[in-house]
């Protein structure tokens, strides 16, 4: 009865979507409408219940998911003056992420769109991290070359159409954010690992001399691992030796490291493709330190950037209703079967 129903579905160019994220320790939902406009966006964090255990402790942020998410949901609704009879269809992460957390928000949204009797949009959480760029700029259009650095994922990638993307390369190890996450660990930082070195960062300066990271032989290809062992040894052979470790400047000195090559291929794969747009998206983008550099760089460069705010960066929903909205308009709709899935790339 519900697919029958599906079936028959007209596409609305203003459709009010209502979307749901719960892929680590973030419960979200938003409400989009035409894909552009944010009617709402509503997030509830596990985060602190993690702190005391250096990570997001997966059951943890799922019964979190479990006991947030009605409330997220409503708050979103109301937030955005509207009633359920308004939502024309239901977006949702179905990957990559915490398989018990993401099954949370993939239940919940699946309820929700067979009692409306509206379409069920599954989203990639990394195409979400892609597409909070129209949120912040209406007007943006592909093509656009966008930086991608999350906890998971580090890429740059043409985005050549709202459906149509070539990666240009990506890390080859661990990702941006798991490698700030872990140099967090080692200079005794809590998590969450990221905003933690940022701040220490701050009071540092740039004289630790880190390997130097993959620069033209990799092509727009990272690796991260390198850099994040040569600050662990740099850490524990200060400490053997019973010398000072300037925390501080290991904080910056790495934080550049990290950074300033994604800036400079990204500037580069402007030039090579011929692109002259930028967006970012992902946790990673929340940094100022990234943030200025970027602004800087493709100001020289002479292309637009278009940065989403740092809100919308990090995990929420707002994202998946962009990424959904596309989706939505190519009918690509899911049935009841659908599933979460651990590790999905841009599908
Ligand atoms: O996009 P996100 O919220 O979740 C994933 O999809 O992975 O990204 C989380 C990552 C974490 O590794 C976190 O440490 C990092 O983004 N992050 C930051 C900052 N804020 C979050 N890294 C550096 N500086 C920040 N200010
Ligand atoms: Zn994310």
Redesign the pocket.
């Known amino acids: 009865m519900y697919a029958e129903k599906i079936k028959d579905y007209t596409i609305k160019k203003d459709a009010v979507i209502l979307a749901i994220e719960s892929?680590?320790d973030?419960t979200a939902a938003s409400v989009i409408k035409g894909g552009r406009k944010i009617l709402s966006s509503e997030i509830m964090s596990s985060c602190l219940e993690h702190v005391r255990f250096g990570g997001v402790v997966p059951e943890i942020a799922s019964r979190a998911h479990t006991t947030a998410i009605s409330l997220v949901v409503e708050k979103a609704i109301k937030s955005a003056n509207i009633t359920l009879s308004d939502i024309d269809a239901v977006a949702v992460t179905y990957g990559?992420?915490l398989l018990g957390a993401l099954l949370v928000g993939v239940s919940y949204a699946k309820t929700l769109a067979y009692s409306l009797g509206v379409p069920l949009i599954p989203v990639s959480?990394?195409r979400g991290?892609l597409s909070a760029a129209y949120l912040e700029n209406e007007d943006l259009k592909p093509p656009f070359i966008s930086l991608l650095?999350?906890?998971?994922?580090t890429a740059i990638i043409v985005v050549k159409d709202y459906d149509d993307y070539q990666i240009l390369g990506g890390t080859l190890d661990d990702?941006?954010?798991?490698a700030?996450?872990k140099v967090?660990r080692v200079l005794g930082l809590s998590y969450?690992?990221?905003?933690n070195?940022?701040n220490l960062a701050r009071q540092g300066a740039n004289a630790v001399k880190l390997p130097k990271m993959l620069k033209g032989e990799g092509g727009y290809n990272f690796s991260y691992s390198g850099l994040k062992t040569a600050v662990i040894n740099y850490v524990h052979g200060k400490d053997q030796k019973g010398e000072v470790v300037n925390k501080a400047d290991v904080a910056h000195s790495f934080?550049c490291s990290a950074l300033d090559i994604l800036i400079e291929k990204t500037i580069l794969a402007t030039k090579e493709y011929g692109v002259s747009t930028v967006t970012a998206?992902?946790?990673?983008v929340?940094?100022?330190?990234?943030r200025e550099n970027l602004t800087c760089a493709c100001q020289k460069a002479g292309v637009k950037l278009v940065l989403p705010p740092?809100w919308l960066?990090?995990?929420n929903a707002a994202m998946i209703g962009a990424e959904g909205y596309i989706q939505y308009q190519k009918g690509n709709f899911a049935d009841l079967s659908l599933n979460a899935v651990a590790r999905i790339n841009f599908k």
């Open positions: 892929s680590c973030e990559s992420g959480h990394i991290h650095a999350s906890g998971g994922h990702a941006v954010g798991e700030f996450d967090a969450p690992g990221g905003p070195v940022e934080q998206g992902g946790g990673v929340a940094n100022g330190y990234l740092k960066c990090t995990d």
